[in-house]
């Protein structure tokens, strides 16, 4: 009789083939009191990584399951992660894509035993580190608080996409069985899919550096669309509207936090086409004033 599934990984693969070792290695080493299984979505990739797959899932077949496509399927609009949720067993979904890793072999227990003693935890988060893909060194930490806490809803929204590292998330799938329609139809999947963890119970994190997240990667999501002004502008209006789609589905209850986010982000898209003059305009000025501005406007400006 199969062992009932704890945790299902979902791991979405496209052109890996320098890094879906490594990725599969972290997750393997895990040691757990509990089962697993790693749900691999790999997109039609035209270099090598499907052949790397299909080793491991040789090897480890009671835990490998892949899916591999034949024709690419986020080229189509297609909401590639859901193919892993839709088939998940586990109880808690965590994710790590192809071309990140974890570093700490008792991640996935630290994380399930809190969310295990505290039932109205609906997300589990934690520090980890940036690693260029270029030089392989750490470039800098996503480390968003220096204790073990939780986050509010009103602290998810306004950090944005970059508060917490995609391939540090474990969530409830009880707790968010369906996905809403502002997580269905946003452009990036990590933003909205912790603001819906935020909105269906607690996100906790924990204050342990247990994985690396790889940036500077050719090809890569971030790499294609926040390379230059254009790119990110385009980006930040897309959040613009993804954030007015959560405004409707929370009634407006976080108004305030939400239309703060959006003038922050329109801010820094201003100071990065060194449009001086409009920063200093009303609505704006006061995020000169903000004790973090010198540190977030060199990091925003800069990628």
């Known amino acids: 009789m199969a062992k009932e ?31 697993y299984e790693i749900l691999i979505h790999d997109d039609a990739s035209t270099d090598g990584t499907a052949d790397i797959i299909r080793r491991y899932e040789q090897k480890y077949p009671e835990i490998i399951k892949p899916i591999y496509q034949t024709e690419n399927q986020y080229s189509k609009g297609v909401l590639v992660e859901l193919f892993n949720h839709e088939r998940a067993r586990g109880k808690y979904m965590a994710i790590c894509e192809g071309d990140d890793y974890w570093t700490d072999s008792n991640k996935l227990q630290k994380q399930v035993d809190y969310m295990e003693a505290h039932p109205e935890c609906s997300m589990c988060v934690h520090a980890a580190e940036r690693v260029s893909a270029i030089t392989k060194k750490t470039v800098s930490a996503i480390r968003p608080s220096h204790k073990n806490r939780i986050f509010s809803v009103e602290e998810v929204i306004e950090g944005g996409g970059d508060l917490f590292a995609t391939n540090s998330i474990v969530y409830s799938r009880e707790k968010m069985p369906e996905m809403p329609e502002f997580y269905l139809n946003a452009t990036i999947g990590d933003y909205p899919l912790v603001i819906c963890g935020a909105l269906n119970g607690t996100v906790y994190y924990i204050d342990e550096n247990m994985a690396a997240y790889r940036v500077e990667v050719k090809g890569s999501w971030t790499a294609v669309q926040v390379s230059d002004v254009s790119k990110k502008q385009e980006h930040l209006q897309e959040v613009a509207a993804m954030l007015d789609e959560i405004n409707v589905y929370t009634n407006y209850k976080y108004d305030h936090v939400i239309s703060r986010t959006k003038r922050r982000d329109r801010f820094y898209i201003l100071l990065k086409q060194l449009r001086i003059k409009e920063t200093l305009k009303r609505g704006y000025r006061q995020f000169y004033m903000k004790p973090e501005f010198f540190r977030r406007v060199f990091k925003r400006i800069t990628i």
Do not use: G, K, W
């Open 5 to 35: 599934i704890m945790v299902s990984i979902e791991c979405t693969s496209y052109n890996h083939e320098d890094f879906i070792a490594e990725a599969l290695d972290s997750m393997l080493m895990q040691r757990t009191n509990f089962a």
